[in-house]
C-alpha cells in the first residue's frame, strides 16, 4: 500500500503518480508495477474531432468553387473570353482564404490565420489592377494601405495577444490605430493625387481619437496615478 | 413464408422522446451531450463471446433500447433498429463524444475489459436508474450464460418475458399533475475554469471509501450520506470559489439528481429524474463546513418529496405542452431550446453530484460481484463533475472531469482524510511508456 505524501490517499496499484497532486511515488517496499491490474486499459478510443473539421472545410471550399467555376463558364460562354469572371472568382478565393484555415488548423494561431488573409487580400488587388488598362495605383495606392492597415492590426493583435495591452488600454490602443490609420491613409491619397505630403481632413479624424485614446489612457493607469502621489507625497 | 415477409414490411416501432430527454439530443451538437457510464466489476474475468450472447438476449427484453435517433419534421425521435449490438473492448478515454454515425445505430455502447463490463449510455434514452436496470439485467443473464446461478428481482429483468409498456412511459408527461408550477429562481452559479484537456479526454479520478465510515460520520453531523458528500464538496468548491482569483459573491451550487420513481407507482425504465439544487450564496458572509451541512440537509428535506418535486416538473413538463413550441419546426426548437439550456440549465449549478445509492443485487449475483462503477460524462459549462455508487461497504466517489487541473477533486478527497475516511484512489491517468 502506498500513499501520497501530499494528499493523503491511499494510491491504487495502478497509480505510478498521485493523480490529485502529480507527487510520484516512491515505496521502496512496493515499487510502481505497470503490469497492476488498471481501472481503465490502455487501449485509446480515437477521436474524430479533426475529421469533422477538414469535412466542414471541404463542404465550404465546394461552396466557394461551384459558383467560382459557374461564373467563368458563362463568361467564357458568352463573352468568347475570362473578362469580369475574375472578379468573382477572386473575391470567392479571398473568402476562402479567410475562412478555411480556421477548420484546418488544429491549434490556429494569430499569424497561422491572419498573414494569408494578407496576401490574398493583395493579390485580389493585383489581379484587379492587371484587369484595369492602367493599373499602376496597385504599387502606389493599395499596397501602401494594404501594408498600413494590416501592420496596425497585427501590431494590436500582437500586443492584446501578449498581455502587453490590457484592461482599458485596449480601447486607446485601437483609437490610436484608428487615427494614425486615417492620416496614413490621407497621406497616400495625396501623394498620388497631388504628388505631396499633405494633411486635411484627417486631422479632425486624428484630435478625437487621440482624445478619447486619453482619457481611456488615464482610467488605465488611474491605479499607478495613486500609487505615485502616495509613494511621493506620503507623510 | 408469409411470417418472414410480414416482419419485412412491417412498419418500424418509435418512441417519442420522454420530457427530459428531448434536450439531449440539443446539446448533443457542442459534443458534450449528456451521457453517463455504468460497470460491474465482475471477480473472474469476462468471456467476450459470452457477453456477445448475453447482451443479444437481454435486448430483446429492452425493445425501446434497440432503437437510434432520428429527426421528425418538429422532433426528434427513436426508431427501433434492428443492427446486431456489438460488444467492444473498454478504453483509456470512456465516453468519447457520440459521432453522428453511431447516432444512427445503438445510443450506448457494451465494452468489456478483464473482470469489467462496462454500457455508456447516452441520456436521451435512459436515465442512471434505468441503464442500472439493464446492466443488471446484462450481468444477470451473463453469469446465467457462464452456467452461474443467478436470479431476478432487485432491478434484474427477467428475459424471458416481454417488455412491459410501462417501461416505456414518459412518467413526467403522466404524473405532473398541474396544481402547481413552480420553476425555481435561480441566478448564474460560480464555474470552475481550467485548462481544458486536449482531444476530448475525460479525467477520470475515483476515490474507493468505505461506506460505514462514511455513514457513521455523516451521522454525526445528523445527515445523510448524499448531503454529506454534497456539504464537503460545496465546500471544497466555495474555498477554491474564495482563494482562486474567482468572483467570491457567485452562488457555488450543487445539482442533485433525485429518482422521482420513489414517490410514483412508475416502472419506467426512461428517464425519471428530477434536478433539485442546493447551494451557498457566498454573498451573504462567510460559511463554516458545518453550516453548509445542515443548509444542504434542509433544502433536501424542503425540495426532496412529492409535492415540490410535482411542482418542478409541472414547470418542465409546461413549455412542451405549448402549441407554440410543438408547431415549431426542429431547427427553430433546436435553436430556442439551445438558448433556455445556456440561461437556465448548466449556467445554474456549478457542479453536478449524482448518486445512485447502494445497488441491491437478485440472489446469486452479489457472489460474482465486486462493485458497481458510476461515471458522469463531459458537460458543456461545468468542468468537474461527480458520480457516487455503492457495492456492499465499498463507496465510489467518481469525478470526472474535462479540464486539467485536480484542485476540486484534491480538495474534495484530502477533506475526507482529514476527517478520518481513509480513501483509495484510482484514474485513467495516461503514463508514459517507460522502457
Ligand atoms: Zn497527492
Given at each position: 500500500?502506498?500513499?501520497?505524501?501530499?494528499?493523503?490517499?491511499?494510491?491504487?496499484?495502478?497509480?505510478?503518480?498521485?493523480p490529485?497532486?502529480?507527487?510520484?511515488?516512491?515505496?521502496?517496499?512496493?515499487?510502481?508495477?505497470?503490469?497492476?491490474?488498471?481501472?481503465y486499459?490502455?487501449?485509446l478510443d480515437p477521436i474524430?474531432a479533426?475529421?469533422?473539421?477538414?469535412?466542414?472545410?471541404?463542404?465550404?471550399?465546394?461552396?466557394?468553387?461551384?459558383?467560382?467555376?459557374?461564373?467563368?463558364?458563362?463568361?467564357?460562354?458568352?463573352?468568347?473570353?475570362?473578362?469580369?469572371?475574375?472578379?468573382?472568382?477572386?473575391?470567392?478565393?479571398?473568402?476562402?482564404?479567410?475562412?478555411?484555415?480556421?477548420?484546418?488548423?488544429?491549434?490556429?494561431?494569430?499569424?497561422?490565420?491572419?498573414?494569408?488573409?494578407?496576401?490574398?487580400?493583395?493579390?485580389?488587388?493585383?489581379?484587379?489592377?492587371?484587369?484595369?488598362?492602367?493599373?499602376?495605383?496597385?504599387?502606389?495606392?493599395?499596397?501602401?494601405?494594404?501594408?498600413?492597415?494590416?501592420?496596425?492590426?497585427?501590431?494590436?493583435?500582437?500586443?492584446?495577444?501578449?498581455?502587453?495591452?490590457?484592461?482599458?488600454?485596449?480601447?486607446?490602443?485601437?483609437?490610436?490605430?484608428?487615427?494614425?490609420?486615417?492620416?496614413?491613409?490621407?497621406?497616400?491619397?495625396?501623394?498620388?493625387?497631388?504628388?505631396?505630403?499633405?494633411?486635411?481632413?484627417?486631422?479632425?479624424?486624428?484630435?478625437?481619437?487621440?482624445?478619447?485614446?486619453?482619457?481611456?489612457?488615464?482610467?488605465?493607469?488611474?491605479?499607478?496615478?495613486?500609487?505615485?502621489?502616495?509613494?511621493?507625497?506620503?507623510? | 413464408?408469409?411470417?418472414?415477409?410480414?416482419?419485412?414490411?412491417?412498419?418500424?416501432?418509435?418512441?417519442?422522446?420522454?420530457?427530459?430527454?428531448?434536450?439531449?439530443?440539443?446539446?448533443?451538437?457542442?459534443r458534450h451531450?449528456?451521457?453517463?457510464?455504468?460497470?460491474?466489476?465482475?471477480?473472474?474475468?469476462?468471456?467476450?463471446?459470452?457477453?456477445?450472447?448475453?447482451?443479444?438476449?437481454?435486448?430483446?427484453?429492452?425493445?425501446?433500447?434497440?432503437?437510434?435517433?432520428?429527426?421528425?419534421?418538429?422532433?426528434?425521435?427513436?426508431?427501433?433498429?434492428?443492427?446486431?449490438?456489438?460488444?467492444?473492448?473498454?478504453v483509456q478515454n470512456p465516453m468519447r463524444p457520440?459521432?453522428?454515425?453511431?447516432?444512427?445505430?445503438?445510443?450506448?455502447?457494451?465494452?468489456?475489459?478483464?473482470?469489467?463490463?462496462?454500457?455508456?449510455?447516452?441520456?436521451?434514452?435512459?436515465?442512471?436508474?434505468?441503464?442500472?436496470?439493464?446492466?443488471?439485467?446484462?450481468?444477470?443473464?451473463?453469469?446465467?450464460?457462464?452456467?452461474?446461478?443467478?436470479?431476478?428481482?432487485?432491478?434484474?429483468?427477467?428475459?424471458?418475458?416481454?417488455?412491459?409498456?410501462?417501461?416505456?412511459?414518459?412518467?413526467?408527461?403522466?404524473?405532473?399533475?398541474?396544481?402547481?408550477?413552480?420553476?425555481?429562481?435561480?441566478?448564474?452559479?460560480?464555474?470552475?475554469?481550467g485548462t481544458i484537456m486536449p482531444g476530448h479526454w475525460l479525467q477520470i479520478i475515483?476515490?474507493?471509501?468505505?461506506?460505514?465510515?462514511?455513514?457513521?460520520?455523516?451521522?454525526?453531523?445528523?445527515?445523510?450520506?448524499?448531503?454529506?458528500?454534497?456539504?464537503?464538496?460545496?465546500?471544497?468548491?466555495?474555498?477554491?470559489?474564495?482563494?482562486?482569483?474567482?468572483?467570491?459573491?457567485?452562488?457555488?451550487?450543487?445539482?442533485?439528481?433525485?429518482?422521482?420513481?420513489?414517490?410514483?407507482?412508475?416502472?419506467?425504465?426512461?428517464?425519471?429524474?428530477?434536478?433539485?439544487?442546493?447551494?451557498?450564496?457566498?454573498?451573504?458572509?462567510?460559511?463554516?463546513?458545518?453550516?453548509?451541512?445542515?443548509?444542504?440537509?434542509?433544502?433536501?428535506?424542503?425540495?426532496?418529496?412529492?409535492?415540490?418535486?410535482?411542482?418542478?416538473?409541472?414547470?418542465?413538463?409546461?413549455?412542451?405542452?405549448?402549441?407554440?413550441?410543438?408547431?415549431?419546426?426542429?431547427?427553430?426548437?433546436?435553436?430556442?431550446?439551445?438558448?433556455?439550456?445556456?440561461?437556465?440549465?448548466?449556467?445554474?449549478?456549478?457542479?453536478?453530484?449524482?448518486?445512485?445509492?447502494?445497488?441491491?443485487?437478485?440472489?446469486?449475483?452479489?457472489?460474482?460481484?465486486?462493485?458497481?462503477?458510476?461515471l458522469?460524462g463531459p458537460?458543456?459549462?461545468?468542468p468537474?463533475?461527480?458520480?457516487?455508487?455503492?457495492?456492499?461497504?465499498?463507496?465510489?466517489?467518481?469525478?470526472s472531469s474535462t479540464m486539467i487541473e485536480t484542485?476540486?477533486?484534491?480538495?474534495?478527497?484530502?477533506?475526507?482524510?482529514?476527517?478520518?475516511?481513509?480513501?483509495?484512489?484510482?484514474s485513467n491517468t495516461l503514463?508514459?511508456?517507460?522502457?
Amino acid at each position: 500500500m502506498s500513499y501520497c505524501v501530499n494528499c493523503g490517499v491511499e494510491l491504487d496499484r495502478s497509480e505510478k503518480a498521485c493523480p490529485l497532486c502529480g507527487v510520484e511515488v516512491l515505496n521502496p517496499r512496493q515499487p510502481y508495477d505497470d503490469q497492476a491490474p488498471r481501472p481503465y486499459p490502455k487501449r485509446l478510443d480515437p477521436i474524430y474531432a479533426r475529421i469533422n473539421r477538414r469535412f466542414t472545410a471541404a463542404i465550404l471550399s465546394i461552396a466557394a468553387a461551384f459558383p467560382a467555376v459557374l461564373c467563368l463558364a458563362i463568361n467564357f460562354i458568352l463573352d468568347g473570353g475570362l473578362t469580369w469572371s475574375f472578379y468573382v472568382a477572386g473575391a470567392l478565393a479571398v473568402v476562402w482564404v479567410f475562412v478555411v484555415p480556421y477548420f484546418l488548423y488544429a491549434k490556429p494561431t494569430i499569424l497561422k490565420i491572419f498573414l494569408p488573409d494578407v496576401l490574398a487580400v493583395s493579390l485580389y488587388l493585383l489581379l484587379i489592377s492587371k484587369l484595369q488598362a492602367d493599373g499602376s495605383w496597385f504599387l502606389t495606392l493599395a499596397m501602401p494601405m494594404v501594408i498600413l492597415t494590416c501592420g496596425l492590426i497585427l501590431l494590436n493583435i500582437v500586443l492584446i495577444d501578449a498581455g502587453t495591452i490590457y484592461g482599458f488600454a485596449i480601447p486607446a490602443s485601437i483609437l490610436i490605430s484608428a487615427g494614425i490609420l486615417t492620416v496614413g491613409v490621407e497621406l497616400i491619397i495625396n501623394l498620388e493625387l497631388i504628388g505631396r505630403l499633405q494633411l486635411g481632413w484627417s486631422l479632425y479624424v486624428l484630435i478625437p481619437t487621440l482624445a478619447v485614446a486619453a482619457f481611456f489612457l488615464t482610467v488605465a493607469r488611474r491605479q499607478s496615478i495613486r500609487e505615485e502621489i502616495r509613494k511621493r507625497l506620503h507623510l | 413464408m408469409s411470417r418472414h415477409k410480414k416482419k419485412t414490411t412491417q412498419p418500424k416501432e418509435w418512441y417519442r422522446l420522454d420530457n427530459a430527454a428531448k434536450i439531449y439530443p440539443v446539446i448533443m451538437r457542442s459534443r458534450h451531450g449528456g451521457y453517463f457510464r455504468l460497470a460491474v466489476l465482475l471477480h473472474e474475468p469476462v468471456d467476450p463471446a459470452i457477453l456477445q450472447q448475453a447482451l443479444e438476449a437481454t435486448l430483446k427484453r429492452f425493445p425501446f433500447f434497440a432503437v437510434r435517433l432520428r429527426r421528425g419534421l418538429f422532433w426528434y425521435y427513436l426508431e427501433s433498429y434492428d443492427g446486431k449490438p456489438m460488444i467492444e473492448p473498454d478504453v483509456q478515454n470512456p465516453m468519447r463524444p457520440w459521432t453522428r454515425k453511431e447516432i444512427k445505430k445503438y445510443l450506448f455502447r457494451v465494452r468489456y475489459d478483464q473482470r469489467r463490463i462496462s454500457v455508456e449510455f447516452f441520456h436521451a434514452l435512459t436515465d442512471g436508474n434505468g441503464g442500472l436496470v439493464f446492466l443488471k439485467t446484462l450481468t444477470a443473464a451473463y453469469l446465467r450464460l457462464r452456467g452461474r446461478f443467478c436470479g431476478i428481482g432487485a432491478g434484474a429483468l427477467d428475459i424471458n418475458r416481454p417488455a412491459d409498456s410501462g417501461e416505456m412511459e414518459d412518467a413526467y408527461k403522466r404524473y405532473s399533475d398541474f396544481r402547481v408550477v413552480h420553476r425555481p429562481r435561480e441566478t448564474k452559479a460560480f464555474h470552475l475554469q481550467g485548462t481544458i484537456m486536449p482531444g476530448h479526454w475525460l479525467q477520470i479520478i475515483s476515490g474507493v471509501l468505505p461506506l460505514d465510515r462514511v455513514k457513521s460520520v455523516a451521522r454525526s453531523y445528523g445527515i445523510s450520506v448524499t448531503e454529506f458528500l454534497a456539504g464537503v464538496y460545496l465546500y471544497q468548491l466555495y474555498r477554491i470559489q474564495q482563494q482562486g482569483g474567482y468572483n467570491t459573491l457567485a452562488p457555488v451550487r450543487l445539482s442533485i439528481p433525485v429518482n422521482v420513481r420513489r414517490f410514483y407507482p412508475s416502472k419506467t425504465l426512461r428517464n425519471f429524474s428530477l434536478y433539485v439544487n442546493p447551494g451557498i450564496l457566498p454573498a451573504f458572509g462567510t460559511y463554516t463546513l458545518e453550516e453548509i451541512f445542515g443548509l444542504v440537509h434542509h433544502f433536501m428535506r424542503y425540495t426532496v418529496n412529492e409535492k415540490y418535486l410535482n411542482a418542478l416538473m409541472c414547470a418542465n413538463v409546461g413549455p412542451e405542452q405549448s402549441i407554440w413550441l410543438r408547431l415549431a419546426p426542429l431547427p427553430l426548437k433546436n435553436m430556442v431550446m439551445r438558448l433556455v439550456y445556456h440561461f437556465v440549465g448548466e449556467s445554474r449549478f456549478t457542479s453536478s453530484l449524482s448518486n445512485l445509492g447502494p445497488v441491491d443485487m437478485p440472489e446469486g449475483m452479489a457472489e460474482a460481484v465486486e462493485r458497481f462503477e458510476f461515471l458522469l460524462g463531459p458537460s458543456r459549462y461545468n468542468p468537474v463533475n461527480c458520480a457516487v455508487v455503492s457495492t456492499g461497504n465499498q463507496l465510489l466517489v467518481s469525478f470526472s472531469s474535462t479540464m486539467i487541473e485536480t484542485d476540486a477533486q484534491r480538495a474534495f478527497f484530502k477533506e475526507l482524510v482529514r476527517m478520518g475516511i481513509p480513501v483509495r484512489v484510482e484514474s485513467n491517468t495516461l503514463y508514459p511508456e517507460v522502457d
